[in-house]
């Protein structure tokens, strides 16, 4: 088992808390359904709950997706380049994936105060939406801080890539 250094360390923490959030709905869906259908008994707010859950899961999870390059991808003319071309592609899909991140992050900063300032709650308990919010917003800062690192490893470490030309990032 090799040592990990602190940047595989920070994404691997990034990990367990988008892995912990989706854990978290799960189990709040599972329970929510056995509670009514077979005890006759409504958690309140338990699909609210689960909806806003499944977002801060999705956002974290995005992060981490992006540094690993484990997304959809589509390799049509990747494929047909040499190494170079395909670091060429690598970096610019990530320069273009970390400008649409940054200015999702900047329009969602702006949600998260909205929702805020509107003083918006969950239907039954009367949680403020905005904690939410908030937690997917840190989310998008994760994707943010972690897309610049992959775009910063892939251009000071290039020979470090394996052919799909993603993973740069292992090296410690």
């Known amino acids: 088992m090799s040592k990990a250094g602190p940047v595989q360390r920070t994404a691997e923490a990034i990990e367990l808390v988008a892995a912990a959030f989706l854990a978290l709905m799960t ?35 995005i992060a981490t997706a992006n540094y690993r390059d484990e997304h959809i991808g589509m390799d049509m003319v990747w494929s047909l380049v040499g190494p170079r071309g395909k670091r060429v592609i ?8 970390l400008v649409s991140f940054v200015a999702f992050w900047w329009m969602f900063t702006f949600k998260v105060y909205d929702t805020r300032r ?49 993973h740069p990032l292992q090296m410690e």
């Open 27 to 61: 189990a709040l869906t599972f329970v929510a359904v056995f509670c009514r259908y077979v005890v006759g008994y409504v958690i309140p707010d338990g699909f609210e709950f689960s909806r806003l859950l499944l977002g801060v899961a999705i956002f974290w999870g």
């Open 90 to 97: 690598d970096w610019f899909a990530g320069l273009v994936t």
């Open 118 to 166: 509107s003083g918006e709650t969950t239907f039954d308990l009367h949680i403020p939406l905005w904690y939410f919010y908030a937690l997917a917003w840190v989310g998008t800062i994760a994707g943010v801080f972690l897309l610049a690192l992959r775009l910063y490893r892939m251009a000071t470490h290039p020979a470090t890539q394996d052919d799909k030309g993603a």
